[in-house]
């Protein structure tokens, strides 16, 4: 090892250790707080310590808020406070400088890159967990997005998912109803992939593929030679946060709940792909209230039979077939159930299949304590841990995390939809091999690996 190698390395793990020290410190005091509840009797205060625990992992760069904002839509993972909180968890801290700029740019694309563009604006236009977007002029006069990773990225999410892995183990011993490592093996995997921008440039080419014929849903378009493992360069979308229409008249409501269904469903049921992150910044609104769905780091493939399970539970559900529920949680992989576990499970089905069970038009749900599910949820989770531990499907992670994510935005707009209509109409002549065939050859187009 060089001596420059070797500084580099001890500068690698002087970080990983510094920010263990930080989350450690953060995450061990949720723990002991918790615990102290648990086998001592202490009162705490939960939703004020919730508060202070959000605010200090909230400075933090990196995973961490993504993971909490994960956590918080798991149906008791964390007590209701925690999630209460978790779910607003984003990157307070601010962007990184101009010297970090420059730097990552020439290491990205040599000592010229400035040539490269008409104009590259030094201060970020938007910071997120992982990285941050500076807004740019190519030379042909096409706005672009640059989004430049952090430094040190990969050694704070595997620091962060140690800690993870420590939470999910002292949940476990607080409370035995739900095994965790499936959970914490899928976090892991999406998360590492969100570091490759090799990767979410594929991805991002897979959805304008995917989404190519919906007229009211939007995508970037990479620039390939603007564009490294570090750096992703794409057109810039130019459109207004979706919350700033919940005020507005119940067509242009519906309009974008409409065009949000089918921007993250329309992949779903005709190549079984999935947006893994339903996070308020990652889709925009253009005047026409066409949607723009952004950033592809977190996107999901299921094994094409996973979505026949999906289907097969709705008509189990809609006709009341015990059998056919049954083979739909053997096909997502749990293992094992008994009829009283299916039943159970049948209960929070219910709950994300109600709205397209019904052929009416309806809202999506309520918000009961503040959480969309959270009742139904506590019912559910009361009623497995009587019955003994199931191991949770790692693909259950984000498809739970999109039907929630989305629902908590439809309830936002007060969408009014007959969403049996929709998702029937979507369905209709559903076939599992075709599906097999449509994911197969798009996959391979863009050289993504099954």
Request: net charge negative.
């Amino acid at each position: 090892m060089s001596m420059n190698e070797d500084h580099l390395g001890k500068n690698t793990l002087g970080k990983r250790m510094a920010r263990y020290g930080r989350v450690s410190g953060s995450m061990a005091n949720l723990a002991l707080k918790l615990a102290g509840e648990k086998y001592f009797g202490m009162d705490i205060a939960r939703e004020e310590h919730a508060g202070k625990l959000v605010q200090s992992l909230g400075n933090l760069k990196g995973p961490l808020m993504k993971v909490g904002q994960i956590l918080a839509t798991i149906p008791e993972a964390l007590p209701k406070e925690y999630a209460a909180e978790f779910q607003q968890l984003q990157c307070n801290a601010p962007p990184m400088g101009w010297p970090f700029v420059r730097r990552r740019m020439k290491a990205e694309l040599g000592a010229g890159w400035e040539q490269k563009f008409t104009s590259f604006e030094r201060d970020a236009a938007a910071a997120a967990s992982l990285g941050q977007v500076h807004k740019a002029i190519s030379l042909d006069g096409q706005d672009l997005a640059c989004k430049l990773q952090y430094p040190d990225m990969t050694s704070a999410i595997e620091a962060d998912l140690n800690q993870l892995k420590i939470i999910f183990s002292l949940y476990e011993k607080y409370d035995k109803a739900i095994k965790t490592s499936q959970i914490h093996g899928e976090l892991a995997e999406r998360l590492r992939e969100e570091l490759d921008y090799i990767l979410e440039a594929k991805y991002t080419k897979l959805y304008h593929h995917m989404l190519r014929n919906e007229k009211h849903v939007h995508t970037p378009q990479i620039v390939d030679n603007l564009s490294t493992n570090r750096l992703l360069t794409s057109t810039w979308m130019e459109g207004s946060p979706i919350m700033g229409y919940i005020d507005k008249d119940i067509e242009t409501r519906n309009t974008l709940a409409m065009n949000m269904f089918r921007a993250w469903y329309v992949p779903l049921y005709q190549y079984g792909v999935i947006h893994g992150d339903p996070h308020m910044g990652n889709y925009t609104v253009r005047d026409d209230l066409s949607i723009n769905l952004l950033d592809f780091g977190c996107v999901r493939v299921f094994p094409v039979e996973f979505i026949g399970g999906v289907i097969d539970l709705y008509h189990a559900l809609q006709n009341d077939d015990f059998d056919l529920s049954a083979h739909a949680y053997k096909t997502w992989g749990f293992k094992d159930l008994n009829k009283e576990q299916i039943e159970t499970l049948n209960i929070w089905a219910k709950f994300l299949y109600g709205p397209i069970l019904e052929d009416k038009i309806r809202p999506i749900g309520i918000v009961t304590n503040g959480i969309y599910g959270r009742e139904t949820a506590e019912k559910v989770h009361k009623k497995l841990r009587e019955l003994g531990t199931i191991q949770v499907p790692r693909e259950f992670v984000f498809m739970d995390r999109a039907a929630l994510g989305l629902g908590s935005l439809f309830l936002h707009l007060k969408a009014e939809i007959n969403w049996h209509q929709v998702f029937n109409e979507l369905i209709d002549g559903f076939d599992l091999e075709n599906l097999r065939n449509k994911q197969t050859e798009a996959l391979k187009k863009f050289d993504i690996e099954s």
